[in-house]
């Protein structure tokens, strides 16, 4: 038995006639006739009743074997999608863009994808999110990872949640706030702040501290690393998720102290998600990428 009398036969009962399905298969008829006959004589049983005129209707036992041909091509078919995806992993590209706060774990499931996938071209860049969606929209890029609690995207993307992160206040060791572990908003209204430079910042300080007055921001920059520096030489306070500073060595050796701020948790969770063009749902590169980011976030 082989794939390609399994193919004939399906062929011959859409058709009905072994000289429609030569034409469509591009096969001389005596050249599947035989294929039939030799399959028949393999499974001692008569699958079509053929008449002179080349018609062919299936038998009792031949409709059995044609509905399981259907489901054996298929699963070749779904093989061989599979064996084909493999290849275009492994020599395929992606384009990722990612907000400041999610570039580490970004490039940590580079690291695990470039390891196992030598031959992949996988390019990452930094950038905000209105610039993502915008890019992700124009396919300049496949994915995207944006911060957002209420995410509004349009219909044409598709998003994913990746983990949710609460926003904390990261203060000097030195500083009378590192005393408590938990602070209200009016008693942080007189630091001084190092604000990141984002729109989601922007509204989370003012939905913080709206209520109980404005706050003293020194500056705001979009390094990271000025302004950890900032916390560091006690210049100043500042917001930032727990996913992207719990691991940090400023942290780690408790130069810098989180303090959890003492409001409705809705408040402060700040929500990762991905994002991609419906179009592109069924790549194998993207459903790896998820695979690689998501162990990279236990």
């Known amino acids: 038995m082989s ?25 001389s008829p005596s050249g599947i006739s035989q294929a039939i006959t030799q399959l028949e004589d393999e499974l001692g049983v008569k699958i079509f009743v053929r008449s002179r005129g080349q018609n062919a209707v299936p038998t009792y036992e031949g409709e059995l074997i044609i509905k399981q041909a259907i489901q054996i091509l298929m699963n070749v078919h779904k093989l061989q999608e599979m064996v084909s995806s493999f290849s275009s992993i492994n020599r395929g590209d992606l384009k990722v863009s990612a907000i400041t706060g999610v570039m580490p774990l970004l490039l940590k499931a580079k690291s695990s994808i470039k390891a196992d996938y030598p031959l992949m071209d996988f390019q990452i860049t930094e950038s905000s999110t209105e610039e993502i969606i915008h890019d992700v929209k124009q396919h300049k890029i496949d994915i995207g990872l944006i911060a957002g609690n209420e995410l509004n995207i349009d219909d044409d ?15 000097n060791r030195n500083s009378l706030l590192a005393c408590n572990r938990r ?12 604000i990141y430079k984002d729109d989601y910042f922007k509204a989370l300080t003012q939905e913080l501290f709206g209520d109980v007055g404005e706050i003293n921001i020194v500056f705001t920059s979009s390094n990271v690393d000025v302004i950890k520096s900032a916390v560091v030489e006690d210049i100043g306070i500042s917001l ?6 719990k691991n940090d060595p400023y942290v780690l050796n408790e130069r810098v102290i989180p303090l959890e701020i003492d409001v409705n948790k809705k408040i402060t969770t700040i929500s990762i998600h991905m994002v991609w063009s419906k179009d592109k749902h069924s790549s ?15």
């Open 240 to 245: 930032a998720p727990d996913y992207y500073m």
């Open 157 to 171: 993307l598709s998003s994913k949640l990746l983990l949710e992160s609460e926003i904390k206040v990261y203060v």
């Open 183 to 194: 602070v209200k908003p009016q008693e942080l209204i007189k630091s001084p702040f190092i």
């Open 3 to 27: 794939f390609e009398q399994l193919e004939y036969i399906l062929e011959v009962a859409k058709t009905g006639s072994i000289i429609n399905a030569s034409k469509n298969l591009h096969v």
């Open 284 to 298: 194998s590169l993207i459903h790896k990428f998820v695979k690689y980011l998501k162990s990279c976030l236990q």
